[in-house]
Every structure is written in structure tokens, then in C-alpha cells.
């Protein structure tokens, strides 16, 4: 079947606009997440949503990061006034419903860039 | 706090060189610990799960083992497709993955 897919596969965008990256899960995962992989770091952890449940928001790096899931499926990732620290690949992913150690699946990430 | 800390950073390896990655990790009641395969461009690819200590799985080439402290990536007679970034994420009480580094690999013919 498909797996996660993302869009755009690549934005760049000029310092202080707003961009608005998607995620299509897995049909039939309950679990989203979102990962930011900045050049020469590792993947790092910003946000999960799991089924009506309130997201965890714990990685977030500040309040111009914010991202939906509607009706449990598409989710968007939306970053305001972008900084070009901002810069980095976001990716997605998603895991079936079960106890919690599922493996999670990953899109190909969108690669942002700000001017 | 969860960590996990991948060695070597690089490893280049002739073609049908054997050789194993490690994956340290320090977690409050493992859930899980995942390796994952990444080429350039590229989303993370699953690779394997491993749940328990002393549990193993096997994949063409690769083997992944667990113990409770770490875990090895043991690659067996490499080929140049095998090269890549090879990384490794834990999840403890929180659902999301905690990720190393990465070791990025090289196989030449």
C-alpha cells in the first residue's frame, strides 16, 4: 500500500513569511508524528498526535510552530514568521493503532529553506 | 532523560568486510529500540524493532542484537548498496522516538 506521503518536497521561502507543510499518514494509522533534521544534527522530536487525544506538543522549539490533524488523518505543520534557523528537513511519520511500541513509518520530508 | 549515542560517526568498510555499529542508550523502561536506514534525500526506512534484551532479528545482510545497555547493527559481507546513514532510536515512557546520531557507512567495491 502507500506509504507516508509529504508535500511540498521542497519550499524555500524569504525570513519572516509563513509556510504550511502536509503530512498523509499511513491509511489507517492512528499515530502522527512530526521530526525536524537540521544539517548535522540528528532527527529531532517536535510534535504526536494519537487518535481525539490532545497532541503532545512537548517539542515544539517556540509558539511560531504549531500543527492540526483533521479528522484524523492529514496533518499540517505551520511555522510562522519563519527564521532561517527554521531551515532544516521536517519529517513525518505514522504507526498503527496498539500499545504504544509500534514502529513508526516515515514520508520523505520536506526540505525547507529560508532566505 | 532518554539518550541514545551511535558509534562510530563514519565507518568505511571494503566490500565484503564485516563489521558492527553500536547503539548505546540510557532510558527509564525501554519500549522499544528501532534501527533505521536513510540514504541522501531520503525519509528514515525501517529496518527493525527489538523489544528484550537478548532478542535478535535478521535481515539479508544486517543483524540487529539487544542487550540492556546497547545494541549492535552487525553488517555480514557488505556490498556498495549497503551504504548509508544507519540510525538508531529508542522510545521510553513517551511515544515519541529519541534518536543517535547516525553512522553514516561506506562500502567500496
Known amino acids: 500500500g502507500a506509504g507516508v506521503s509529504q508535500s511540498p518536497s521542497n519550499k524555500v521561502t524569504e525570513k519572516g513569511k509563513d509556510v504550511e507543510l502536509r503530512c498523509d499518514p499511513i491509511?489507517?494509522?492512528?499515530?502522527l508524528y512530526w521530526y525536524r533534521q537540521s544539517l548535522g544534527q540528528g532527527l529531532e522530536f517536535l510534535i504526536y498526535f494519537q487518535g481525539n487525544s490532545a497532541p503532545d506538543k512537548s517539542g515544539l522549539p517556540s509558539d511560531r510552530f504549531s500543527a492540526e490533524r483533521t479528522g484524523g488523518s492529514v496533518s499540517t505543520l505551520t511555522i510562522q514568521r519563519t527564521q532561517q534557523e527554521d531551515s532544516a528537513v521536517y519529517l513525518c511519520?505514522?504507526?498503527?493503532?496498539?500499545?504504544?511500541?509500534?514502529?513508526?513509518?516515515f514520508g520523505p520530508g520536506t526540505r525547507l529553506l529560508v532566505l | 532523560e532518554d539518550q541514545v549515542t551511535q558509534s562510530p560517526e563514519a565507518l568505511r568498510l571494503q566490500e565484503g568486510e564485516s563489521s558492527s555499529l553500536n547503539c548505546s542508550y540510557t532510558?527509564?523502561?525501554?519500549?522499544?529500540l528501532f534501527w533505521y536506514r536513510q540514504d541522501p534525500g531520503k525519509g528514515p526506512e525501517f529496518l527493525f524493532t527489538l523489544y528484550s534484551a537478548g532478542e535478535e532479528k535478521e535481515k539479508e545482510r544486517l543483524k540487529a542484537t539487544l542487550t540492556k545497555k546497547e545494541s549492535f547493527l552487525h553488517i555480514t559481507a557488505p556490498k556498495p548498496e549497503d551504504s548509508a546513514t544507519y540510525l538508531c532510536a529508542i522510545t521510553g515512557g513517551a511515544q515519541k522516538l529519541v534518536f543517535g546520531q547516525g553512522t553514516r557507512l561506506t562500502i567500496n567495491p
Open positions: 532510558v527509564s523502561g525501554l519500549r522499544g
Open positions: 511519520a505514522s504507526s498503527p493503532p496498539g500499545s504504544g511500541q509500534e514502529t513508526q513509518y
Open positions: 491509511s489507517g494509522h492512528t499515530a
